[in-house]
């Protein structure tokens, strides 16, 4: 099996850290891959209960932009969306896709029904996940959290049920796409315009629910922990299974701030999305990998499994810096 190392060398370039100061900073959505031709089909599946909505997220970007994605029914996985029902995890949409030398040759989109079939799941809002995962198979990064006009905003709703993401891409949403397929030729360049990252699968989720603070995360949280990480415990993935992928630590707990009190002076484990099955490396745009001897304070969900993951990922993860706690993405400091 390749070791963890090989994973975290590419996540050492940097390329996850999304930095976000506190006053808003309005700018573009940033890419780093690009299908070899502008004009795809996306195959959706015969089993999908998110036809219609598929069909108008691929619209948003085929009436607005040069990328021209039809959608049909079917299961090639080229191109494939489908659905999934999975209680235990934070996003309501995500998607993958293989990156070769800047060069997206496969993706895969999937719709987490858990949540869309949730009444506060309108059409509307269904159509904006689609368009947002699309987006992404695209070759669209996440906007800042501050950018609420564009699709590319992280979340679908804010923790008081009220909408956070726009339902159509915005003018810079589309002026992005526009760069990378230029409607001159159908074919581009590998690399051309693009800051390169490793090879591998990257997987871009839509979160459901946006906690603004300190307090909205430890009320969502099953669990709430200060502790320090004290050994690496392997990726675990159902092979092919993207969105399964996980890196796990250990985490032993000093302090309970929320939930079981016996926790204390136990060791959890704790999954992080993304991780390594030997052959290729799978990255998570919103998580920063925990490592050894760091002191954390961690907003946590139960896992079937046992395991424990952060809420939104790098959102429910900060790190001892300097003797205060800061989210280990943001940086934003932990009141709490
Ligand atoms: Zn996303």
Not at 233 to 249: C, D, F, P, R
């Amino acid at each position: 099996m390749r070791s963890k190392k090989s994973l975290l060398s590419g996540l050492a370039l940097g390329a996850f850290a999304i930095m976000i100061s506190t006053a808003p900073v309005y700018a573009a959505v940033t890419t780093f891959a690009k299908w070899p031709s502008r004009i795809q089909t996306m195959n959706v599946s015969l089993n999908s209960k998110h036809a219609a909505a598929w069909s108008e997220g691929a619209a948003k970007w085929r009436n607005a932009s040069h990328f021209s994605l039809t959608t049909v029914v079917g299961s090639a996985t080229k191109y494939y969306a489908y659905d999934v029902n999975d209680s235990g995890v934070d996003w309501d949409g995500i998607a993958d896709y293989t990156v070769t030398n800047g060069i997206i040759s496969n993706a895969q989109l999937r719709m987490n029904t858990y949540y869309t079939s949730t009444s506060k799941y309108t059409s509307a809002i269904k159509a904006a996940v689609t368009g947002h995962e699309i987006g992404h198979s695209l070759g669209l990064n996440h906007t800042s959290i501050v950018e609420t006009t564009s699709i590319m905003h992280p979340y679908t709703f804010n923790s008081d049920g009220t909408r956070a993401r726009a339902l159509s891409p915005s003018p810079s949403d589309l002026a992005v796409v526009n760069s990378l397929y230029p409607l001159m030729n159908g074919l581009v360049q590998e690399g051309t315009n693009l800051k390169q990252k490793a090879n591998g699968v990257y997987l871009h989720p839509s979160w459901a629910v946006h906690y603004k603070n300190e307090q909205q995360l430890a009320k969502a949280a099953d669990l709430v922990v200060q502790g320090r990480v004290v050994a690496e415990a392997g990726s675990k993935y159902e092979e092919g299974e993207y969105h399964t992928y996980v890196t796990q630590v250990k985490v032993k707990v000093k302090q309970v701030m929320k939930g079981d009190p016996t926790k204390a002076g136990q060791q959890l484990r704790i999954a992080q999305m993304g991780g390594s099955d030997g052959r290729l490396n799978v990255f998570a745009e919103h998580t920063t990998y925990l490592q050894d001897d760091e002191e954390v304070v961690l907003f946590l969900r139960q896992s079937s499994d046992g395991t424990y993951k952060p809420l939104n990922e790098d959102d429910g993860v900060f790190i001892m810096r300097n003797g205060k706690f800061n989210n280990i993405s943001s940086q934003k400091q932990l009141h709490f």
